[in-house]
Nanobody, 113 residues
């Protein structure tokens, strides 16, 4: 059974940083791409970043240069390092494994002074 569990969210001031983690189980993690999505209140869920099994990454234009996605295959974990956070980054962040269309439970990130 595929399971994804996010951690690391919270409240941060504008300009601050957070690192999200997503621990995966139930599949051979190293073989598959992983993604981070987010959903702000009243908006559709959007792709934030994606990392392929070989490490190739891509990002939404709104986070390029500020966010970094990475993975540790030995720990079955994907990370999202978020720097220079803005109030518009406030959302529930979700981890996803596209191959199995499985989602984590989501974690709140709030950027506010």
């Amino acid at each position: 059974q595929v399971q994804l569990v996010e951690s690391g969210g919270g409240l941060v001031q504008p300009g601050g940083s957070l690192r999200l983690s997503c621990a995966a189980s139930g599949f051979t993690f190293s073989n598959y791409a992983m993604s981070w999505y987010r959903q702000a209140p009243g908006k559709e869920r959007e792709l934030v970043a994606n990392i392929r099994s070989g490490g190739i990454t891509n990002y939404a234009d709104s986070v390029k240069g500020r966010f970094t996605i990475s993975r540790d295959n030995a720990k079955n974990t994907v990370y999202l390092q978020m720097n220079s956070l803005k109030p518009e980054d406030t959302a529930v962040y979700y981890c996803k494994t596209p191959r199995f269309n499985a989602w984590g439970q989501g974690i709140q990130v709030t950027v506010s002074s």
